[in-house]
């Protein structure tokens, strides 16, 4: 399995990945129906959700591919650990836009906690991967040493990951759904934040040429 599945060859396999899972999400999309000249209540409304769900999930499933990205940046050769734990995250990643529907559909306390722990299960995987090759950094990737502004940004994006999603299912079960379906966007301005913070960090600790 290791010489079968390289580091660039899981690459290509994660841009698969993202590729179907964004098909997916378009394939969902479909613009409702106009009955005697007009446009079904109903159907626009599911539009409305379906349009919604394809951005959020863009955007969570973006963040993924991103992350894992660039752990494959730090890797030189996966060995079956890593593979295998790659092969369940991307399989679990194709289910983003599956779970999405099925929130916006149902807009239930289980639709929306089912999504919130997939989402947390495949932070939980990223958090895995990353620890693992930290640990046998000598073997597994380019460079024996990584930075602790690196190892710490890593860490930090996927704990606001779970915290989010923790939140989610937080916020479902004792304040309101609409709310806890709406919340999880919020992870694109924290990305953001996050980047900012860590990227002034990187500079102050660059020493000067």
């Not at 000249?37 to 963040?63: K, M, P, R």
């Not at 495949?122 to 930075?147: A, C, D, F, P």
Request: net charge neutral; aromatic share 12%.
């Amino acid at each position: 399995m290791t010489k079968l599945l390289t580091a660039e060859r899981l690459r290509v396999f994660s841009d698969s990945v993202l590729l179907v899972a964004i098909t997916i999400l378009a394939y969902n999309l479909v613009p409702p129906s106009i009955i005697n000249g007009d446009l079904s209540g109903v159907e626009v409304q599911t539009f409305v959700d379906n349009v919604y769900g394809l951005i959020s999930s863009f955007f969570v499933i973006s963040i993924f591919w991103v992350l894992y990205a660039k752990i494959l940046d730090y890797m030189r050769e996966p060995d079956e650990l890593v593979i295998l734990t790659s092969l369940v995250f991307f399989i679990l990643v194709l289910l983003i836009p599956v779970f999405t529907l099925a929130q916006f559909q149902y807009e239930t306390l289980q639709s929306v906690t089912s999504l919130a722990l997939l989402q947390i299960i495949n932070g939980l995987l990223l958090i895995l991967l990353w620890t693992y090759l930290l640990r046998h950094r000598k073997i597994l990737m380019t460079q024996e040493e990584v930075s602790t502004t690196d190892k710490r940004y890593m860490y930090s994006r996927l704990t606001l990951i779970l915290c989010i999603y923790i939140t989610t299912i937080a916020i479902a079960r004792f304040v309101d759904i609409t709310v806890a379906v709406i919340f999880p966007i919020i992870i694109v301005p924290a990305m953001i934040l996050l980047w900012e913070v860590f990227g002034l960090e990187k500079k102050k600790n660059t020493p000067n040429e």
